[in-house]
RNA sequence: GGAGCCAUCGCCAAGUGGUAAGGCCGCAGCCUGCAAAGCUGCUAUCCCCGGUUCAAAUCCGGGUGGCUCCUCCA
């Protein structure tokens, strides 16, 4: 297995901190709002990575955190008057229906800032006894990148200072300009506030993935874990933060390989809320399948931008079509093992720093080439056993292809509706059988105009919701 | 101001030194009552300029055009 690690920006042999198994931590959604279609794209992109790494043999331990408080949350809680874990409890099971609907498979370990107080503040704690962190007169506590020798190795931002006109400001006690909260004070009554042995308060963004991955995994004596991922926008300042406290805190480095997936973009412009353009994933699935969504956000490499629109979703749909196309032609019935080469073929696109457009184009093959070997031989029946087998590894890897096939063409259609295209159907047999080839024309025309899709076989006639 | 990423057929998108995968669309054909589906065949020299090399889409330099981060953000 081959990855892009974003520290040393190349691709290199994955070699796990333990033989056999790989730890894997993403950086999970702040529960303030929904989802969007960006939080889909990371989420789906890891969900590659973790089933590769699985069907490579690894023991795969993936952990995936709430952020359930920080300012956001705070200020919802006010505006609603609703209490925090009302609103943090919503957004985390509409962010697990939804990714369900995906086809992302549930992280291993899914742990919530309230729920590692004890670490972060003993990782705090530890940092303050160092001498890596320091208390303001508020009560804060910031960590001091200036103690720091390796701070910014990981994201290559931090030059000069006099050359970074950042626009971070400079008036607080900071020691240096780069210093970030580990633990914000109470501010005031209505505050949610946890008393620590340094101020009562809450902790800083940053600290709580660091104090999660100590808590929730064993490390060796040089990393905590294999690999960190996340958003491209989260390695400045997020990771090299992390890093720098978990660096400090445990005497090793946080993670052997970080790996950050690109940015989603609607119509070419960005995703933002003063644009007005944030496509929130449960609008998506009002209007696209889960599976056909899977398809398309995952159909480009995690590493690239991403930008969305419709007309290439409806492409990404017409491919996901010639998958279950060929379904139907083996459903029902059994697998066998699945072909050697096409396995191998597979797995070696995705062992490629999961090159998904090669693993995509492979499968592409293979249906052209099954199809073509049913379209000369239509009762073969080791090719449908294998061809059956195929299919089963192609959901293992990828997430995709494992509906039922007829009813894959039928998402959308309700009951009435199919009554009515069955009797419509079967009209049209009957004047097909009496040569009545206009009116079974006509009813073609109608049925397209449904939005049905209507093919002749040696079986009968079968549709498909277009 | 600082730090990066990207630019391949009408559209989406692989390929990072050895002579351009795949999908959509389009065209021709097989099949079909006609279609659809399926199959077959056809369709690019890689943003521009210069350099390195026997050889470059791939490396280097300079442009042009997009995008991201440096502030909450997947």
């Known amino acids: 297995m081959q990855i892009y690690d974003s520290v040393q920006k190349i691709k290199v042999p994955f070699e796990p901190i333990r033989k056999g198994e790989a730890s894997i931590y993403v950086c999970g959604p702040t529960v303030y709002d929904d989802a969007h279609l960006g939080h889909a794209r990371s989420s789906l992109a890891f969900d590659l990575l973790s089933r590769t790494l699985k069907a490579l043999g690894y023991k795969v331990t993936l952990a995936k955190n709430f952020t359930d408080i920080d300012d956001k949350i705070i200020k919802k809680v006010e505006e609603s008057g609703k209490s925090m874990e009302e609103i943090t409890s919503y957004y985390i099971n509409r962010y697990f229906e939804e990714m369900e609907a995906l086809g992302v498979q549930r992280a291993d370990i899914e742990p919530k800032a309230t729920e590692s107080l004890q670490a972060i503040e003993a990782m705090i704690q530890k940092l303050i006894d160092k001498d890596v962190a320091y208390i303001i007169s508020n009560g804060d506590v910031y960590f001091d990148t200036g103690k720091d020798a390796h701070y910014g190795e990981i994201s290559h931002q931090v030059g000069d200072d006099e050359d970074n006109q950042s626009r971070v400001e400079h008036t607080s006690e900071k020691r240096n300009p780069k210093d970030f909260a580990l633990w914000k004070a109470c501010k005031g009554e209505e505050d949610i506030c946890f008393d620590t042995a340094f101020s009562s308060g809450r902790p800083g963004w940053h600290i709580e993935c660091s104090a999660m991955i100590e808590k929730y995994f064993e490390g060796t004596e040089k990393y905590s874990i294999d690999i960190h991922g996340g958003g ?115 797995l070696n696109a995705m062992s490629d720093d999961l090159n998904i457009s090669i693993a995509l184009s492979v499968i592409d093959e293979m249906i052209a080439t099954t199809n ?95």
Not at 268 to 287: H, I, P, R, T, Y
Not at 322 to 346: C, E, H
Not at 414 to 437: C, G, S, V, Y
């Open 372 to 466: 073509e070997k049913f379209d000369a031989n239509p009762k073969d029946k080791a090719l449908k056993k294998e061809t059956i087998a195929n299919i089963e590894f192609i959901e293992t890897l990828l997430g995709f292809g494992g509906k039922e096939p007829f009813s894959y063409f039928q998402i959308g259609v309700d009951e009435a509706l199919k009554e009515k295209i069955e009797t419509l159907l079967e009209e049209r047999t009957q004047a097909k059988k009496a040569k009545d080839f206009t009116r079974s024309d006509t009813i073609r025309d109608e049925l397209i105009s449904m939005g049905i899709a209507i093919m002749d076989t040696a079986d009968g006639t079968v549709w498909e919701k277009a």
């Open 232 to 346: 491209a926008d989260l390695l400045f300042p997020h990771h090299e933060n992390e890093a720098a406290q978990s660096r400090c805190a445990t005497g090793h480095e946080l993670a052997k390989y970080w790996m950050h997936n690109g940015f989603v973009q609607i119509n070419g412009e960005k995703m933002s809320k003063s644009l007005g353009n944030s496509f929130f994933l449960k609008d998506a699935l009002k209007v696209y399948d889960g599976e056909v969504l899977r398809y398309y956000l995952n159909s480009v490499h995690y590493r690239n931008d991403f930008n969305f629109n419709e007309e290439d979703l409806l492409t990404a749909k017409k491919r996901l079509d010639k998958l279950y196309r060929l379904k139907k032609r083996v459903t029902p019935g059994k697998g066998s093992s699945t072909n050697k080469a096409f396995k191998q073929s597979l």
